[in-house]
């Protein structure tokens, strides 16, 4: 209880000014980020980004919010993607006019159908129930996709043109920064709709069924229900993101909505941490970049993701944000300061262990790939031959070296986490 | 027809029974600890991969014996260091653990040993039909398959209704405190149920491997098939997940085997449809097309109907 009304108290009193700053600061980041980051890359990285950070929170809306982990959330993500392109090409046979830019919405509406029929019977269970039922219907609709090719047009998915809708002001979204501040629109018009569906009842009472649905019934809230609006709300964001995505490609696949999807959506929001609600959107924008700039780099940026989703998993269930949240009451003190010599101190052997390590992944992967002869690799800007002896010694080194400094750090490292968040008079377990 | 039924029949059967040596792990493994192992199947892939690299050293036999212990070995870890660890955030912590572990194994799978099929094989004394019926040959491996499945399936059945350790896993099953009073070793027990279930999930891939192909994609394609066993055939009942196993292995070869579709049942009755409709599909979809969704099919319409399975005695 005391936690509610500590949390509760300085959000109502809280002047407007202060709850729109991030607001704005969010719009005027939106605005400028092609300013700085301006290459096709970036923009083609931007685009990507921003549809899934309002599919991964989407996402959170059930995990986060509602405490349902759902296996099959591309399904409303891939249909949205569908009856959009679908829409496109209508458009572009003149069956009807309808401003190309509002396309998303057709896909937000069928995800809202689907989430409708689906959660009507998916949600009367939170948990492993929920869980399966959802694979179900991911595992069914993803073989559905194939079957039905007059929707879904089989392997090689539907394909729309974005251009040929009425213009908006001399736009047609025929170049990459078009269709960029178009969907930079949509993000910022959604993230705020989910922010303020979960400040509504139906999105407080989401967090309460997920904390305890007994006692939330006895409040008088059917837990069942509760759920099924989180879940049509989420289907429905689902779709929008769906739509961008179709807007964004031009080109809708079975693989939108398959499980491979669904799993990434949960990688995003878990890494990201699901606790928050900015998690997603760092989870998202980390996904991306790793997907588009470390894939770059390496042929293994899956089996690195797969790494850091396993070790975030055990070891910080809070997820990235939740690393930053932790922070706040040594921050509130003033003490962050004195938490930056000890980072540094355990940090950097801490890299050198983990620059090790993947090295030693980098250098095996390239001895077994390459082609034979072959043994000249470079890492990181550095050029060294993949069989030498003494590219193994430097990497045994880096590994060994690493580890037992990062290792004789930590209690220091410990110490100074306690030292900042010993409040002054009473305790506050922020730091456990 | 009636060789069609017959080699349906026997290719459901053992298609069932390998089915039932991932499930029956699973089942138990759930059952004990709550946990859905969505990494289980990616023992079954390790198992084929293990096997395979022995065989290349040391033969098939070798590998049939050797591989699914290291499996079952690794599975112990696994839920020692892993599993027991995630245990303290809840429920959905673990099954997301699961969840990336099968993600992880997957990619480490291909990190080790690529992403091409593998060259792995029935051992040369295996490779003749066993009999020939209707002018259809049954290969002699597949019995081999069958046999193996069958001796589990018995074995497993003693141990857990026969033996002293079945008493104390099927005690800790159901009242895990009380058992863990009486002075057993409950964390011990479930370690050991978790790695023998990985390791019996690892004989079926060893088994499996030369029949299905020995791929990376080869845990996701069966992975999903054993959740819908264990749900359908009810949380935690070793019958119920050998009759469901049974029951979608003749489900899908049946339905791979019968080639009928919605069109030859309209033209029972004497209805033609529009042939450039939206809704053509629909009515030219045909059996061997909807086989890969019937199980979910199946495992939806199990949990809205029949939450707790066809022979489960709780729900999840």
């Known amino acids: 209880m005391s936690e509610i009304s500590k949390t509760a108290s300085p959000a109502t009193a809280r002047p407007l000014m202060k709850t729109l700053l991030p607001w704005i600061g969010f719009f005027i980041l939106l605005l400028a980020l092609p300013n700085i980051f301006s290459s096709n890359v970036g923009l083609y990285t931007m685009n990507l980004m921003g549809i899934f950070v309002i599919f991964a929170l989407s996402y959170n809306m059930l995990l986060g919010q509602g405490g349902m982990l759902s296996f099959g959330h591309a399904v409303y993500f891939g249909l949205g993607g569908f009856m959009s392109v679908h829409f ?67 392997e090689e998915g539907v394909s729309g043109d974005r251009t040929t809708g009425p213009d908006l002001m001399g736009i047609n979204f025929g170049q990459d920064i078009h269709i960029y501040y178009l969907i930079a629109g949509w993000v910022f018009v959604t993230v705020a709709l989910m922010y303020l569906f979960s400040r509504t009842p139906a999105g407080r009472m989401a967090n309460a069924v997920r904390d305890n649905a007994e006692r939330a019934e006895f409040v008088g809230y059917s837990q069942r229900k509760v759920r099924f609006v989180s879940f049509c709300a989420s289907g429905f964001f689902a779709g929008i993101a769906g739509g961008l995505f179709a807007l964004n490609f031009e080109i809708v696949t079975e693989e939108n909505l398959n499980a491979l999807t669904s799993g990434t959506v949960l990688l995003m929001a878990y890494i990201g941490g699901v606790g928050f609600f900015i998690g997603p959107i760092v989870g998202a924008v980390i996904f991306t970049l790793l997907q588009s700039i470390l894939s770059n780099y390496t042929d293994i940026w899956q089996l690195y993701v797969g790494i850091l989703f396993v070790l975030t998993v055990m070891y910080v269930p809070q997820g990235l944000t939740g690393i930053f949240m932790m922070h706040t009451a040594a921050w509130r003190m003033r003490r962050v300061g004195s938490l930056i010599l000890p980072y540094l101190r355990a940090g950097v052997p801490a890299l050198a262990m983990l620059t090790g390590i993947a090295a030693f992944l980098e250098t095996i992967h390239h001895m077994r790939s390459s082609v034979e002869g072959e043994t000249a690799m470079s890492m990181m800007g550095v050029d060294f031959d993949s069989h030498s002896f003494v590219a193994w010694i430097v990497i045994l080194a880096l590994v060994v070296v690493g580890g037992y400094l990062t290792r004789s750090q930590l209690p220091q490292l410990k110490e100074a986490w306690e030292m900042a968040n010993k409040p002054p008079a009473q305790r506050e377990g922020a730091g456990s | 027809m009636l060789e069609l039924i017959f080699f349906s029949l026997l290719n459901g059967v053992v298609t069932g029974l390998l089915l039932f040596m991932l499930a029956s792990g699973l089942t138990l493994i759930f059952s004990m600890m709550g946990v859905l192992n969505f990494a289980h199947a990616s023992f079954y892939m390790l198992g084929a991969y293990f096997a395979y690299t022995i065989s290349i050293y040391l033969g098939f036999w070798v590998g049939l014996i050797v591989a699914p212990i290291l499996v079952g070995l690794l599975g112990a870890v696994v839920e020692r260091y892993g599993l027991r660890y995630v245990h303290r955030w809840g429920h959905v912590a673990e099954l997301i653990f699961t969840f990336g572990l099968a993600f992880l194994i997957e990619e480490v799978v291909q990190f080790i040993w690529g992403k091409d099929t593998k060259a792995y094989h029935e051992p040369e004394i295996l490779q003749f039909p066993l009999f020939t019926f209707f002018g259809q040959n049954f290969p002699a491996y597949k019995a081999f398959m069958l046999v193996i499945s069958i001796g589990i399936f018995i074995l497993l059945l003693l141990i857990l209704t026969r033996s002293r350790v079945g008493l104390i896993i099927q005690a800790a099953i159901h009242k895990p405190n009380m058992t863990a009073m009486l002075g057993h070793n409950v964390p011990l027990v479930f370690m050991g149920v978790f790695g023998v279930g990985c390791a019996l999930a690892g004989l079926a891939g060893v088994i499996a491997g030369p029949a299905l192909g020995t791929f990376p994609g080869m845990a996701f394609v069966l992975g999903s098939i054993v959740f819908v066993i264990v749900v359908v055939g009810g949380l935690g009942s070793l019958t119920g997940a050998f009759v469901a196993s049974l029951l979608i292995g003749l489900l899908q070869t049946f339905a791979i085997a019968l080639d009928y579709s919605v069109n030859d049942l309209l033209q029972l009755f004497n209805i033609s449809f529009d042939a450039d409709s939206a809704l053509r599909d629909l009515w030219t979809l045909s059996l061997p097309q909807i086989a890969p969704i019937l199980p979910y099919l199946l495992l939806i319409l199990i949990l809205i109907f029949r939450p707790t399975g066809l022979f489960g005695n709780r729900e999840t």
Not at chain 1, 91 to 118: A, S, W
């Open chain 1, 88 to 154: 496109m090409n209508y458009i572009e046979d003149g069956d009807f006019t309808f401003p190309m830019y509002l396309i998303p919405i057709f896909g937000g509406l069928i995800g809202l159908v689907f989430g409708i029929i689906i959660g009507s019977f998916s949600t009367r269970r939170a948990g492993t129930v929920f869980a399966m039922i959802s694979l179900g219907v991911g595992e069914l609709m993803a073989a559905s996709s194939l079957i039905f090719v007059a929707f879904f047009g089989g």
